[in-house]
C-alpha cells in the first residue's frame, strides 16, 4: 500500500503521523509547512512557494530531512497488508464470550440500546445449564487458544448473580484439564451491589465495569429507576466501596457512562468522577437512531473542546498529583500498539467474539442480538452459520471504502460494525458522527503519548 501521512496539531505541538508504520514524530513550523507540497512539487518549486517565509537553505534542510525518513520507511512508508487480511479471512477461533444472563434491568435508561434490559423480547434470566453450555462451547470453540474471556453483560448482570457464580465455579473446574484460562469482566449499574457480592466479584473478576453517567443531575436525568426516579443517590457509595476495593489491590476497573446533547459540557462530568477519586473513566458519546438526547450535526465542535479540556486537565492533574485519572479514548499506546490483525478487525466480532442470550441464542456481538439475519446459533447445537462467519471475515478495514483510505484506519478499525448497522444499514459504512469523534481523540491521544511519554497508558488491545 502506498505511503500516506497525517500531520496536524495539538495545542503547542505540530506533529505528523506516517499512517502504514505508526511512527510518529513533532515537527516544526517548517517541516509542517513542507509537508503540504512535498511529493506533488519539485524542490526548486517548493523552495518557490515557501520564500519569504523561510530562507532557501532552511527550506533544502528540510527536504532532505523528510526524504532521509522516507528513505528509512518512516515516513510514506509503504506496507503490504495481504497477508494479515488473510489472516482475517481464515480465522475461525472463539476467544471471547459476552454472556447476556439477564434480559432485564432494575433501570430504565432512556438511552438504553438494549431497549431498556429486554432487547425487544421478553424480560428473561440465563440458567445455570445456560451458562455451563456456553462454557463449554467456548472451550470447543477456542481452537488452541489458552486465554479466553466471558464477559456477563445484561441488562443488568447481577440480577442472575446465582448464574454467574455457576460459571465462574464450572469455569475454574475445567479450565486446568481443558488447557485455558478463562478471564472474566462484569459490567453493573451498581444498583445491587452488596458487601458480600463485592468481595465475590472482586475475588472473580479481572475487570469490573461499573456505569455512572457524571454528576447527579445528569446521570438522574437519563439513568432512573422503574418509578422514575434518579439512580445517583443509591449507587455513588456503593461505587465508592467497589473502586476501593479494586484499588487497594491494583485489580482493573473502570466507571462507565454516556454523555448526549442533554451535557454537552461532559468535561465538567469526567472531572465529578475523577473528583470522587475513580482514576479509571470512560465517558462515551451516545449512539441510537432516535431520541431528543442524540448528538446531532455541528455538535461535533463542542464536543471537540470537551476532549480538549479533558487533556489538559488530564495532564494538570497527572503532573500535580491530585485526583489524577485517565480517560479510556485517550488510552492509546503509541509505543507498543495492537497488533495487525487488531488494527484490521477490531473487536472481532461475528468471529471470535460472540454474545450468548439467556436462551442460549448467538449473534456477533450483544448489539446484534435479536436481529434474525444474525443468528448463528445456539450453545446447545455447539453449531455457528459459516455464513455469517464469513460475512464478518470479510468486515475489515479495508472493505469499506470510505475507511481505507482514511489516515485514522488502523486505531479505531472502520468503527463498531454494529453501529455501522443500526445507523446506516451496512456495517462497511461508518457513521459519520463516530468518525469524526474519533479522530479528535485519536490526536490528542497520540499526543498525550508524546508529551507524558505515557507508557502508563493502558494498551486497548487485548491478547492477539
Known amino acids: 500500500m502506498t505511503g500516506q501521512i497525517h500531520k496536524f496539531r495539538v495545542f503547542d505541538k505540530n506533529i505528523v503521523l506516517d499512517v502504514n508504520s505508526g511512527s510518529v514524530f513533532e515537527i516544526d513550523d517548517l517541516v509542517y509547512d513542507v509537508l503540504d507540497y512535498y511529493g506533488k512539487y519539485s524542490a526548486e518549486d517548493i523552495v518557490s512557494k515557501l520564500n519569504g517565509r523561510y530562507e532557501t537553505s532552511e527550506i533544502l534542510d528540510a527536504l532532505s530531512e523528510i526524504d532521509e525518513l522516507k528513505g528509512g520507511q518512516m515516513l510514506y512508508s509503504e506496507a503490504d497488508f495481504s497477508s494479515a487480511i488473510k489472516q482475517v479471512q481464515g480465522r475461525k477461533y472463539v476467544k471471547a464470550l459476552c454472556l447476556n444472563v439477564a434480559h432485564d434491568c432494575n433501570l430504565r435508561c432512556r438511552y438504553c440500546f438494549a431497549a431498556r434490559g429486554d432487547y425487544h423480547g421478553k424480560r428473561e434470566l440465563m440458567s445455570k445449564e445456560v451458562g455451563r453450555n456456553a462454557v463449554d462451547f467456548l472451550v470447543g470453540h477456542s481452537g488452541n487458544i489458552e486465554n479466553l474471556e466471558i464477559d456477563f453483560f445484561g441488562g443488568e448482570p447481577l440480577m442472575a448473580l446465582d448464574t454467574i457464580r455457576e460459571v465462574v465455579s464450572y469455569a475454574r473446574n475445567i479450565e486446568e484439564k481443558a488447557g485455558k484460562k478463562f478471564h472474566f469482566t462484569v459490567t453493573t449499574n451498581a444498583v445491587l ?158 468471529r471470535e467474539y460472540l454474545a450468548v442470550t439467556p436462551n442460549g441464542d448467538i449473534y456477533p456481538c450483544h448489539q446484534f442480538v435479536g436481529l434474525a439475519e444474525f443468528h448463528m446459533g445456539n450453545v446447545f447445537d455447539k453449531k455457528l452459520s459459516e455464513k455469517i462467519i464469513e460475512r464478518f471475515q470479510e468486515t475489515h478495514v479495508f472493505s469499506k471504502s470510505e475507511c481505507s483510505g482514511c489516515w485514522a484506519r488502523f486505531y479505531c478499525s472502520g468503527g463498531c460494525n454494529a453501529v455501522n448497522f443500526q445507523i446506516n444499514g451496512d456495517m462497511n459504512k461508518p457513521y459519520d458522527m463516530t468518525c469524526k469523534l474519533q479522530k479528535k481523540r485519536i490526536e490528542i491521544a497520540i499526543y498525550l503519548g508524546m508529551v507524558g511519554n505515557d507508557q502508563d497508558a493502558k494498551q486497548v488491545s487485548t491478547l492477539c
Open 193 to 350: 451491589l452488596n458487601d458480600e457480592t463485592m468481595n465475590f466479584l472482586h475475588k472473580n473478576m479481572d475487570n469490573i465495569v461499573l456505569s455512572l453517567d457524571g454528576r447527579k443531575e445528569v446521570n438522574d436525568y437519563m439513568r432512573v429507576r422503574v418509578d422514575g426516579s434518579g439512580s445517583y443517590d443509591k449507587i455513588v457509595e456503593n461505587i465508592r466501596k467497589m473502586v476501593a476495593l479494586r484499588k487497594k489491590d491494583w485489580k482493573d476497573y473502570y466507571v462507565r457512562g454516556t454523555f448526549t446533547s442533554k451535557n454537552l459540557d461532559f468535561a465538567e462530568d469526567v472531572f465529578h468522577l475523577a473528583d470522587m477519586g475513580f482514576g479509571e473513566i470512560s465517558l462515551e458519546p451516545v449512539v441510537g437512531r432516535e431520541g431528543d438526547f442524540l448528538l446531532a450535526c455541528g455538535d461535533e465542535e463542542i464536543v471537540y473542546r470537551q476532549y480538549e479540556m479533558i487533556a489538559r486537565e488530564y495532564l494538570k492533574r497527572k503532573n500535580s498529583g491530585k485526583n489524577p485519572f485517565r480517560f479510556y479514548h485517550f488510552n492509546v499506546n503509541i509505543y507498543h500498539g495492537p497488533c495487525i490483525y487488531k488494527r484490521l478487525a477490531a473487536c472481532g466480532a461475528g
